[in-house]
Protein backbone atom coordinates (compact mmCIF):
# COMPACT_ATOMS: atom_id res chain seq x y z
CA UNK A 1 0.00 0.00 0.00
CA UNK A 2 2.76 2.45 0.88
CA UNK A 3 4.74 1.49 -2.27
CA UNK A 4 1.35 2.56 -4.38
CA UNK A 5 1.43 5.80 -2.62
CA UNK A 6 5.18 6.08 -3.12
CA UNK A 7 4.44 5.54 -6.48
CA UNK A 8 1.40 7.81 -7.51
CA UNK A 9 3.44 10.80 -5.66
CA UNK A 10 6.45 9.67 -8.41
CA UNK A 11 4.20 9.99 -11.27
CA UNK A 12 2.19 13.48 -10.00
CA UNK A 13 5.62 15.24 -9.10
CA UNK A 14 6.31 18.20 -11.65
CA UNK A 15 8.50 17.40 -14.27
CA UNK A 16 12.52 18.85 -13.92
CA UNK A 17 13.55 21.10 -17.69
CA UNK A 18 15.42 18.20 -18.53
CA UNK A 19 12.13 15.66 -17.70
CA UNK A 20 10.19 18.48 -20.38
CA UNK A 21 13.13 18.24 -22.73
CA UNK A 22 12.78 14.85 -23.37
CA UNK A 23 9.17 14.48 -23.28
CA UNK A 24 9.11 16.81 -25.82
CA UNK A 25 11.34 15.01 -27.68
CA UNK A 26 9.40 11.99 -27.47
CA UNK A 27 6.31 13.79 -28.47
CA UNK A 28 8.00 15.34 -31.46
CA UNK A 29 8.65 11.37 -32.11
CA UNK A 30 5.04 10.65 -31.78
CA UNK A 31 4.04 13.18 -34.55
CA UNK A 32 6.60 12.65 -36.72
CA UNK A 33 5.88 8.87 -36.80
CA UNK A 34 1.73 9.83 -37.15
CA UNK A 35 2.77 11.65 -40.21
CA UNK A 36 4.05 7.96 -41.36
CA UNK A 37 1.61 5.85 -40.02
CA UNK A 38 0.55 3.79 -42.86
CA UNK A 39 -3.70 5.33 -43.80
CA UNK A 40 -4.33 1.74 -45.96
CA UNK A 41 -3.36 -2.25 -45.40
CA UNK A 42 -2.17 -3.98 -48.16
CA UNK A 43 -4.71 -6.62 -46.90
CA UNK A 44 -7.37 -5.06 -45.29
CA UNK A 45 -8.82 -6.90 -42.54
CA UNK A 46 -12.01 -4.36 -42.52
CA UNK A 47 -14.17 -5.35 -44.71
CA UNK A 48 -17.53 -3.19 -43.84
CA UNK A 49 -18.07 0.09 -41.73
CA UNK A 50 -21.21 1.17 -40.54
CA UNK A 51 -21.82 4.28 -38.54
CA UNK A 52 -25.14 4.45 -36.51
CA UNK A 53 -26.54 7.16 -34.55
CA UNK A 54 -29.73 6.43 -32.61
CA UNK A 55 -31.79 9.48 -31.38
CA UNK A 56 -35.43 10.34 -30.33
CA UNK A 57 -37.22 11.75 -32.63
CA UNK A 58 -39.76 14.80 -31.71
CA UNK A 59 -42.35 13.78 -34.19
CA UNK A 60 -43.10 10.27 -36.14
CA UNK A 61 -42.02 12.05 -39.26
CA UNK A 62 -38.98 13.84 -38.28
CA UNK A 63 -36.88 11.34 -40.16
CA UNK A 64 -38.18 12.43 -43.70
CA UNK A 65 -38.03 15.55 -42.30
CA UNK A 66 -34.22 15.02 -41.59
CA UNK A 67 -33.79 13.39 -45.22
CA UNK A 68 -35.62 16.18 -47.01
CA UNK A 69 -32.76 19.02 -44.95
CA UNK A 70 -29.64 17.17 -45.08
CA UNK A 71 -30.55 16.46 -48.78
CA UNK A 72 -29.81 20.35 -49.11
CA UNK A 73 -26.13 19.38 -48.22
CA UNK A 74 -25.62 15.78 -49.13
CA UNK A 75 -27.62 15.41 -52.26
CA UNK A 76 -24.43 15.90 -54.71
CA UNK A 77 -22.75 13.17 -52.91
CA UNK A 78 -26.12 10.95 -52.24
CA UNK A 79 -28.01 11.58 -55.09
CA UNK A 80 -30.72 8.44 -55.03
CA UNK A 81 -33.09 8.25 -52.58
CA UNK A 82 -34.75 4.68 -52.31
CA UNK A 83 -37.95 3.61 -50.20
CA UNK A 84 -36.99 0.70 -48.24
CA UNK A 85 -39.46 -2.12 -48.06
CA UNK A 86 -40.03 -1.22 -44.15
CA UNK A 87 -41.34 2.03 -45.36
CA UNK A 88 -44.68 0.03 -46.19
CA UNK A 89 -45.83 -0.80 -42.78
CA UNK A 90 -48.47 1.83 -41.21
CA UNK A 91 -47.55 4.29 -38.86
CA UNK A 92 -49.22 2.76 -35.78
CA UNK A 93 -47.64 -1.55 -36.10
CA UNK A 94 -43.66 0.83 -36.26
CA UNK A 95 -44.83 2.95 -32.97
CA UNK A 96 -45.61 -0.35 -31.42
CA UNK A 97 -43.10 -2.59 -32.71
CA UNK A 98 -39.54 -0.76 -31.35
CA UNK A 99 -37.30 -2.82 -33.79
CA UNK A 100 -39.30 -1.42 -36.44
CA UNK A 101 -38.71 1.92 -35.35
CA UNK A 102 -34.81 1.17 -35.87
CA UNK A 103 -34.48 -0.01 -39.28
CA UNK A 104 -34.33 2.37 -42.04
CA UNK A 105 -36.69 3.59 -44.54
CA UNK A 106 -35.22 5.45 -46.89
CA UNK A 107 -31.78 4.94 -48.46
CA UNK A 108 -29.58 7.90 -49.58
CA UNK A 109 -27.05 6.11 -52.04
CA UNK A 110 -24.10 7.76 -53.70
CA UNK A 111 -21.01 6.48 -55.90
CA UNK A 112 -19.27 5.34 -52.25
CA UNK A 113 -21.93 6.27 -49.41
CA UNK A 114 -25.17 5.50 -48.05
CA UNK A 115 -27.60 6.91 -45.44
CA UNK A 116 -30.03 5.11 -44.14
CA UNK A 117 -32.58 6.67 -42.35
CA UNK A 118 -34.99 5.09 -40.13
CA UNK A 119 -37.74 6.71 -37.04
CA UNK A 120 -35.02 6.48 -35.29
CA UNK A 121 -32.08 5.67 -36.69
CA UNK A 122 -29.19 7.26 -38.89
CA UNK A 123 -26.68 5.26 -40.34
CA UNK A 124 -23.65 6.05 -42.70
CA UNK A 125 -22.74 3.35 -44.75
CA UNK A 126 -20.40 2.74 -47.18
CA UNK A 127 -19.97 0.41 -50.57
CA UNK A 128 -17.52 -1.94 -50.50
CA UNK A 129 -14.38 -2.42 -51.12
CA UNK A 130 -14.01 -0.16 -47.74
CA UNK A 131 -12.61 3.03 -48.93
CA UNK A 132 -10.33 3.87 -45.74
CA UNK A 133 -11.10 5.89 -42.29
CA UNK A 134 -9.23 8.69 -43.79
CA UNK A 135 -12.41 8.82 -46.24
CA UNK A 136 -15.13 7.20 -44.31
CA UNK A 137 -14.66 9.67 -41.47
CA UNK A 138 -14.67 12.85 -42.98
CA UNK A 139 -17.98 11.78 -44.72
CA UNK A 140 -19.43 10.28 -41.15
CA UNK A 141 -18.80 14.35 -39.99
CA UNK A 142 -20.25 15.95 -42.72
CA UNK A 143 -23.41 13.97 -42.25
CA UNK A 144 -23.09 14.78 -38.23
CA UNK A 145 -22.71 18.85 -39.04
CA UNK A 146 -25.73 18.24 -41.40
CA UNK A 147 -28.08 16.60 -39.45
CA UNK A 148 -26.69 18.83 -36.39
CA UNK A 149 -28.26 21.96 -38.94
CA UNK A 150 -31.31 20.77 -38.68
CA UNK A 151 -32.17 21.16 -35.26
CA UNK A 152 -34.43 18.74 -35.15
CA UNK A 153 -32.02 16.23 -33.27
CA UNK A 154 -28.59 16.81 -31.72
CA UNK A 155 -26.09 14.52 -32.85
CA UNK A 156 -23.41 15.60 -30.42
CA UNK A 157 -25.34 15.27 -27.65
CA UNK A 158 -23.56 12.89 -24.56
CA UNK A 159 -24.53 9.70 -25.34
CA UNK A 160 -25.91 7.49 -22.04
CA UNK A 161 -29.19 5.44 -22.89
CA UNK A 162 -30.29 5.48 -19.31
CA UNK A 163 -30.80 9.08 -19.25
CA UNK A 164 -33.62 9.87 -20.37
CA UNK A 165 -32.81 13.63 -21.31
CA UNK A 166 -30.29 13.15 -23.62
CA UNK A 167 -30.98 12.52 -27.20
CA UNK A 168 -28.86 10.77 -28.92
CA UNK A 169 -26.59 7.92 -29.08
CA UNK A 170 -24.04 7.12 -31.38
CA UNK A 171 -22.28 3.53 -31.60
CA UNK A 172 -19.53 3.17 -34.44
CA UNK A 173 -18.61 -0.25 -35.59
CA UNK A 174 -15.38 -1.62 -37.66
CA UNK A 175 -16.26 -5.45 -38.51
CA UNK A 176 -13.51 -7.17 -39.26
CA UNK A 177 -12.55 -10.53 -40.90
CA UNK A 178 -9.11 -12.57 -41.66
CA UNK A 179 -9.18 -13.29 -45.62
CA UNK A 180 -9.02 -16.12 -46.35
CA UNK A 181 -10.07 -17.86 -43.25
CA UNK A 182 -13.30 -19.18 -41.75
CA UNK A 183 -13.77 -16.38 -39.70
CA UNK A 184 -14.01 -14.15 -42.91
CA UNK A 185 -16.60 -16.14 -44.91
CA UNK A 186 -18.54 -16.32 -41.90
CA UNK A 187 -18.31 -12.92 -41.08
CA UNK A 188 -19.29 -12.09 -44.61
CA UNK A 189 -22.31 -13.93 -44.05
CA UNK A 190 -23.61 -11.35 -41.71
CA UNK A 191 -21.58 -8.46 -42.99
CA UNK A 192 -23.18 -8.00 -46.35
CA UNK A 193 -26.73 -7.58 -45.46
CA UNK A 194 -25.83 -4.53 -44.09
CA UNK A 195 -24.85 -2.97 -46.99
CA UNK A 196 -27.76 -4.04 -48.67
CA UNK A 197 -30.84 -1.87 -48.94
CA UNK A 198 -33.30 -4.03 -48.06
CA UNK A 199 -32.14 -5.99 -44.63
CA UNK A 200 -29.83 -3.72 -43.23
CA UNK A 201 -30.66 -3.96 -39.97
CA UNK A 202 -29.24 -2.08 -36.95
CA UNK A 203 -29.78 -4.73 -34.23
CA UNK A 204 -27.90 -7.37 -36.22
CA UNK A 205 -25.40 -4.58 -36.06
CA UNK A 206 -24.91 -4.82 -32.18
CA UNK A 207 -25.06 -8.75 -32.48
CA UNK A 208 -22.09 -8.87 -34.96
CA UNK A 209 -20.06 -6.05 -33.89
CA UNK A 210 -20.40 -8.59 -30.66
CA UNK A 211 -16.10 -9.81 -30.21
CA UNK A 212 -17.62 -12.97 -28.93
CA UNK A 213 -18.57 -13.69 -33.13
CA UNK A 214 -21.58 -15.72 -32.31
CA UNK A 215 -24.58 -16.06 -34.84
CA UNK A 216 -26.84 -13.73 -34.98
CA UNK A 217 -30.20 -15.81 -33.46
CA UNK A 218 -32.43 -14.35 -36.54
CA UNK A 219 -29.63 -15.60 -39.07
CA UNK A 220 -29.29 -18.80 -37.63
CA UNK A 221 -33.07 -19.21 -37.67
CA UNK A 222 -32.93 -18.79 -41.54
CA UNK A 223 -30.50 -21.42 -41.58
CA UNK A 224 -32.22 -23.80 -40.12
CA UNK A 225 -35.78 -23.14 -41.56
CA UNK A 226 -33.46 -22.98 -45.11
CA UNK A 227 -31.68 -26.14 -44.13
CA UNK A 228 -35.43 -28.46 -43.41
CA UNK A 229 -36.94 -26.84 -46.80
CA UNK A 230 -33.48 -28.12 -48.19
CA UNK A 231 -34.31 -31.53 -47.22
CA UNK A 232 -37.79 -31.68 -47.86
CA UNK A 233 -36.94 -30.53 -51.63
CA UNK A 234 -34.13 -33.29 -51.80
CA UNK A 235 -36.38 -35.71 -50.13
CA UNK A 236 -39.38 -34.96 -52.72
CA UNK A 237 -36.41 -35.44 -55.81
CA UNK A 238 -34.98 -38.45 -54.45
CA UNK A 239 -38.56 -40.33 -53.97
CA UNK A 240 -38.00 -43.15 -56.31
CA UNK A 241 -42.07 -42.63 -57.39
CA UNK A 242 -41.38 -39.87 -59.31
CA UNK A 243 -41.42 -41.12 -62.34
CA UNK A 244 -44.00 -42.54 -65.18
CA UNK A 245 -45.40 -45.08 -64.53
CA UNK A 246 -43.39 -48.19 -66.21
CA UNK A 247 -46.57 -48.72 -68.69
CA UNK A 248 -46.73 -45.48 -69.31
CA UNK A 249 -43.09 -44.73 -70.19
CA UNK A 250 -43.25 -47.42 -72.86
CA UNK A 251 -46.42 -46.35 -74.09
CA UNK A 252 -44.57 -43.15 -74.51
CA UNK A 253 -41.51 -44.01 -76.37
CA UNK A 254 -42.94 -47.00 -78.42
CA UNK A 255 -44.18 -45.66 -81.90
CA UNK A 256 -43.99 -42.32 -80.47
CA UNK A 257 -43.18 -40.64 -84.13
CA UNK A 258 -46.96 -41.01 -84.74
CA UNK A 259 -47.16 -38.28 -82.17
CA UNK A 260 -44.67 -36.18 -83.63
CA UNK A 261 -46.42 -32.85 -85.55
CA UNK A 262 -45.45 -32.29 -89.65
CA UNK A 263 -45.18 -29.52 -91.16
CA UNK B 1 -27.87 -39.39 -54.15
CA UNK B 2 -29.03 -39.66 -50.80
CA UNK B 3 -31.95 -37.06 -49.78
CA UNK B 4 -29.24 -35.26 -46.93
CA UNK B 5 -26.10 -35.35 -49.45
CA UNK B 6 -28.10 -33.88 -51.97
CA UNK B 7 -29.79 -31.15 -49.86
CA UNK B 8 -26.10 -30.48 -48.83
CA UNK B 9 -25.10 -29.99 -52.68
CA UNK B 10 -27.97 -27.86 -53.42
CA UNK B 11 -27.07 -25.47 -49.80
CA UNK B 12 -23.46 -25.42 -51.33
CA UNK B 13 -24.96 -23.80 -54.50
CA UNK B 14 -26.58 -21.12 -52.89
CA UNK B 15 -24.88 -17.71 -52.40
CA UNK B 16 -23.61 -17.62 -48.74
CA UNK B 17 -24.47 -13.84 -48.32
CA UNK B 18 -28.36 -14.10 -48.36
CA UNK B 19 -30.03 -11.77 -45.84
CA UNK B 20 -32.87 -14.00 -43.50
CA UNK B 21 -35.59 -12.64 -45.81
CA UNK B 22 -33.76 -13.56 -48.74
CA UNK B 23 -33.34 -17.33 -47.25
CA UNK B 24 -36.99 -17.33 -46.60
CA UNK B 25 -37.83 -16.51 -50.07
CA UNK B 26 -35.75 -18.86 -51.57
CA UNK B 27 -37.02 -21.68 -49.29
CA UNK B 28 -40.37 -20.59 -50.01
CA UNK B 29 -39.71 -20.95 -53.65
CA UNK B 30 -37.92 -24.13 -53.12
CA UNK B 31 -40.80 -25.83 -51.45
CA UNK B 32 -43.22 -24.73 -54.59
CA UNK B 33 -40.43 -25.46 -57.27
CA UNK B 34 -42.67 -27.36 -59.40
CA UNK B 35 -45.55 -25.01 -59.38
CA UNK B 36 -43.53 -21.45 -59.84
CA UNK B 37 -41.29 -21.62 -63.28
CA UNK B 38 -40.92 -18.81 -65.31
CA UNK B 39 -39.55 -19.78 -69.00
CA UNK B 40 -37.97 -17.44 -71.33
CA UNK B 41 -38.92 -18.60 -74.47
CA UNK B 42 -38.18 -16.18 -77.55
CA UNK B 43 -40.83 -16.15 -80.63
CA UNK B 44 -38.47 -14.07 -82.71
CA UNK B 45 -37.03 -16.51 -85.19
CA UNK B 46 -33.49 -16.78 -85.54
CA UNK B 47 -31.38 -17.17 -88.35
CA UNK B 48 -29.06 -19.60 -86.91
CA UNK B 49 -29.68 -22.65 -84.61
CA UNK B 50 -28.67 -22.80 -81.27
CA UNK B 51 -29.12 -25.04 -78.24
CA UNK B 52 -32.76 -25.19 -77.06
CA UNK B 53 -34.34 -24.00 -80.04
CA UNK B 54 -37.77 -25.17 -81.69
CA UNK B 55 -37.49 -25.26 -85.53
CA UNK B 56 -40.01 -26.81 -88.00
CA UNK B 57 -39.02 -28.81 -90.76
CA UNK B 58 -36.80 -31.27 -89.19
CA UNK B 59 -36.69 -34.25 -91.99
CA UNK B 60 -36.59 -37.85 -90.54
CA UNK B 61 -37.08 -40.61 -92.79
CA UNK B 62 -40.22 -42.94 -91.73
CA UNK B 63 -40.64 -46.62 -93.31
CA UNK B 64 -39.34 -44.44 -96.52
CA UNK B 65 -41.30 -41.88 -96.29
CA UNK B 66 -39.67 -37.95 -95.41
CA UNK B 67 -41.27 -36.18 -92.44
CA UNK B 68 -40.60 -33.19 -91.56
CA UNK B 69 -41.16 -32.47 -88.21
CA UNK B 70 -40.64 -30.05 -84.99
CA UNK B 71 -38.74 -30.42 -83.12
CA UNK B 72 -36.15 -29.34 -80.37
CA UNK B 73 -32.41 -28.41 -81.02
CA UNK B 74 -29.72 -30.73 -78.38
CA UNK B 75 -26.09 -30.90 -79.03
CA UNK B 76 -23.34 -31.67 -76.44
CA UNK B 77 -22.19 -28.71 -77.06
CA UNK B 78 -23.54 -25.17 -76.57
CA UNK B 79 -21.35 -23.35 -79.00
CA UNK B 80 -23.03 -24.63 -82.01
CA UNK B 81 -23.13 -21.61 -83.74
CA UNK B 82 -22.02 -22.34 -87.38
CA UNK B 83 -19.68 -19.00 -87.84
CA UNK B 84 -17.46 -20.59 -85.08
CA UNK B 85 -14.70 -22.87 -85.61
CA UNK B 86 -15.83 -26.44 -85.62
CA UNK B 87 -15.27 -28.76 -83.01
CA UNK B 88 -14.88 -32.48 -84.25
CA UNK B 89 -16.61 -33.84 -80.65
CA UNK B 90 -19.76 -31.31 -81.13
CA UNK B 91 -22.83 -33.99 -81.63
CA UNK B 92 -26.27 -32.27 -82.82
CA UNK B 93 -29.71 -33.89 -82.47
CA UNK B 94 -33.18 -33.23 -82.33
CA UNK B 95 -36.50 -34.08 -80.30
CA UNK B 96 -39.21 -33.98 -81.77
CA UNK B 97 -42.04 -31.79 -80.22
CA UNK B 98 -45.28 -33.69 -79.05
CA UNK B 99 -48.10 -32.13 -78.05
CA UNK B 100 -49.40 -32.83 -74.76
CA UNK B 101 -52.80 -33.62 -76.06
CA UNK B 102 -51.02 -36.26 -78.13
CA UNK B 103 -49.88 -37.91 -74.63
CA UNK B 104 -53.01 -37.43 -73.03
CA UNK B 105 -54.94 -38.98 -75.88
CA UNK B 106 -52.37 -41.97 -76.00
CA UNK B 107 -52.95 -42.66 -72.42
CA UNK B 108 -56.61 -42.77 -72.79
CA UNK B 109 -56.76 -44.54 -75.76
CA UNK B 110 -54.27 -47.43 -73.52
CA UNK B 111 -58.05 -47.23 -70.92
CA UNK B 112 -56.02 -45.74 -68.22
CA UNK B 113 -58.04 -44.33 -65.30
CA UNK B 114 -58.62 -40.66 -65.16
CA UNK B 115 -56.77 -40.80 -62.22
CA UNK B 116 -53.64 -42.33 -63.18
CA UNK B 117 -53.87 -40.09 -66.55
CA UNK B 118 -54.28 -36.98 -63.96
CA UNK B 119 -51.17 -38.27 -62.13
CA UNK B 120 -48.61 -38.86 -65.46
CA UNK B 121 -49.26 -35.52 -66.88
CA UNK B 122 -49.06 -34.11 -63.31
CA UNK B 123 -45.61 -35.45 -63.02
CA UNK B 124 -44.66 -33.88 -66.72
CA UNK B 125 -45.65 -30.61 -65.91
CA UNK B 126 -44.23 -30.39 -62.88
CA UNK B 127 -40.86 -31.77 -64.75
CA UNK B 128 -40.36 -34.45 -62.12
CA UNK B 129 -39.49 -36.95 -64.95
CA UNK B 130 -36.01 -36.43 -66.02
CA UNK B 131 -35.67 -37.48 -69.69
CA UNK B 132 -39.42 -36.13 -70.73
CA UNK B 133 -39.41 -31.88 -71.36
CA UNK B 134 -42.44 -29.68 -70.90
CA UNK B 135 -42.60 -26.90 -72.32
CA UNK B 136 -46.04 -24.79 -71.66
CA UNK B 137 -47.92 -22.98 -73.91
CA UNK B 138 -47.39 -19.14 -73.41
CA UNK B 139 -46.92 -16.20 -75.91
CA UNK B 140 -45.19 -17.84 -78.24
CA UNK B 141 -46.39 -21.45 -78.74
CA UNK B 142 -50.52 -21.94 -78.40
CA UNK B 143 -50.24 -25.56 -76.88
CA UNK B 144 -48.32 -27.41 -74.39
CA UNK B 145 -45.26 -29.23 -75.67
CA UNK B 146 -43.28 -32.38 -74.50
CA UNK B 147 -40.15 -33.38 -76.31
CA UNK B 148 -38.69 -36.77 -75.39
CA UNK B 149 -35.55 -36.80 -74.54
CA UNK B 150 -34.92 -40.29 -73.81
CA UNK B 151 -34.53 -40.79 -77.50
CA UNK B 152 -34.16 -37.80 -79.78
CA UNK B 153 -33.56 -38.35 -83.65
CA UNK B 154 -30.94 -37.85 -85.74
CA UNK B 155 -30.44 -35.83 -88.85
CA UNK B 156 -31.32 -38.28 -91.74
CA UNK B 157 -29.88 -37.86 -95.30
CA UNK B 158 -32.27 -37.19 -97.64
Redesign the interface.
Known sequence: MSARKTQSTKRKAPLSSKGREKLAKVAARATASDSRTPTRLGRVPIIDVAFELRFEPSSPSASDLILGMIFKDLGTDLPNVATLPQASFPIEVIQSVPQLQYQPQRLMTGEQFQVALGPKVLAVLCKRPYPGWNLFKPFVLRVLKSLSATAIIDPYAPTAVSSRELKGSVLLMLLTGVAGSNLY?ER??HV??LV?D??YSPLRLHVRSSSQGGLPT??R???Q???E???????M??ASE????A??RK???RN??A????? | ????????V??SH?P?????????K???Q??R?SEFRDYYILPAPTEKALQGDGW??FA?K?DNEI????GMILSNSCDINPDNPSRPDRNVVFS????LS??LE??SE?R?NKE?IRQ?ID??RKQ???D?FFLPASAAMDVEWTP?F??PEGFDKL
Open positions: SMTIPSTSSATGNSMRALSEVASLSIDLDDALLYRRMYVSD | MEPDELAEIRLAYLSEADYNVTELKFAGIDLKVRPLIPAVRFAYKNLILVSILGQ
